[in-house]
């Protein structure tokens, strides 16, 4: 796992189930990717107030989704994730910028003594944990390998750059995919950080490969026998 200056690693929060402030409170287990840039902008700005109610809930309703959807595709983005099981809650998200916005969410929940994990999306999609329960939460380390150790049927992990590398073909460079993929947390506040430069490494590596295999195609047009 690379590792970034700045970025506490060790860090290990007492638990998944206590609210450290009002933004976390009321943005716990929200599902909707629009829904929650909303509201923690009015949370900013002093305006929650003035938000209607519809839109602040875990989960809107059906004829809202619909109605969202019907404005743009990309305000349904997390609206269609599998409801939440008892006492689970949400640890760490993984947005994309697709057409639709799709979200991926992982999940936790406590059951006898031990944390269980779990990973859905909006497509019933198959994910392969890198670890399945833990006695105690993650540290911001184990979390990251939890991340790159779960893999999504089909795809192939890890899980933080598979989305970019399945779209790659259909692009002429990395670039163009850098903000493709965004992994956050309300609980691992660097989380998003360490993964910013993750995907800095990604395209330059990969547009790296990019042009030396542009290079070697020159030669070979240009190679005299």
Same mark, same amino acid.
């Given at each position: 796992?690379?590792?970034?200056? !700045?970025?506490?690693?060790? /860090?290990?929060?007492?638990?998944?189930?206590?609210?450290?402030?009002?933004? #976390?409170?009321?943005?716990?287990?929200?599902? !909707?990717?629009?829904?929650?840039?909303?509201?923690? #902008?009015?949370?900013?700005?002093?305006?929650?107030? #003035?938000?209607?109610?519809?839109?602040? !809930?875990?989960?809107?309703?059906?004829?809202?989704?619909?109605?969202?959807?019907?404005?743009?595709?990309? +305000?349904?983005?997390?609206?269609? +994730?599998?409801?939440?099981?008892?006492?689970?809650?949400?640890?760490?998200?993984?947005?994309?910028?697709?057409?639709?916005?799709?979200?991926?969410?992982?999940?936790?929940? /406590?059951?006898?003594?031990?944390?269980?994990?779990?990973?859905?999306?909006?497509?019933?999609?198959?994910?392969?944990? !890198?670890?399945?329960?833990?006695?105690?939460? /993650?540290?911001?380390?184990?979390?990251?390998? /939890?991340?790159?150790?779960?893999?999504?049927?089909?795809?192939?992990?890890?899980?933080?750059?598979?989305?970019?590398?399945?779209?790659?073909?259909?692009?002429?460079?990395?670039?163009?995919?850098?903000?493709?993929?965004?992994?956050?947390?309300?609980?691992?506040?660097? +989380?998003?950080?360490?993964?910013?430069?993750?995907?800095?490494?990604?395209?330059?590596?990969?547009?790296?490969?990019? #042009?030396?295999?542009?290079?070697?195609?020159?030669?070979?047009?240009?190679?005299?026998?």
């Amino acid at each position: 796992m690379a590792r970034y200056k !700045g970025i506490r690693y060790g /860090f290990r929060p007492n638990s998944y189930w206590v609210d450290l402030n009002v933004r #976390q409170s009321i943005l716990r287990n929200v599902t !909707g990717t629009e829904r929650r840039r909303i509201i923690d #902008q009015a949370l900013a700005s002093g305006q929650f107030d #003035q938000i209607p109610e519809a839109l602040t !809930g875990v989960e809107v309703s059906s004829t809202l989704k619909r109605h969202l959807g019907r404005i743009h595709p990309c +305000l349904m983005g997390g609206e269609y +994730l599998p409801g939440y099981l008892p006492g689970e809650t949400e640890i760490g998200r993984i947005d994309l910028a697709s057409t639709t916005s799709d979200v991926i969410s992982i999940r936790a929940r /406590f059951d006898s003594g031990r944390i269980y994990y779990r990973i859905v999306d909006e497509y019933n999609g198959e994910f392969a944990l !890198g670890r399945e329960s833990s006695k105690a939460p /993650f540290s911001l380390e184990e979390f990251i390998d /939890f991340i790159e150790g779960s893999e999504l049927a089909g795809l192939g992990g890890p899980l933080s750059l598979c989305y970019n590398e399945y779209n790659l073909e259909y692009h002429d460079s990395a670039s163009e995919l850098r903000h493709f993929t965004a992994i956050s947390s309300d609980i691992y506040r660097q +989380l998003h950080t360490h993964y910013e430069n993750v995907y800095d490494d990604w395209v330059a590596e990969r547009d790296e490969e990019f #042009q030396t295999e542009e290079e070697d195609e020159d030669e070979d047009e240009f190679e005299v026998d």
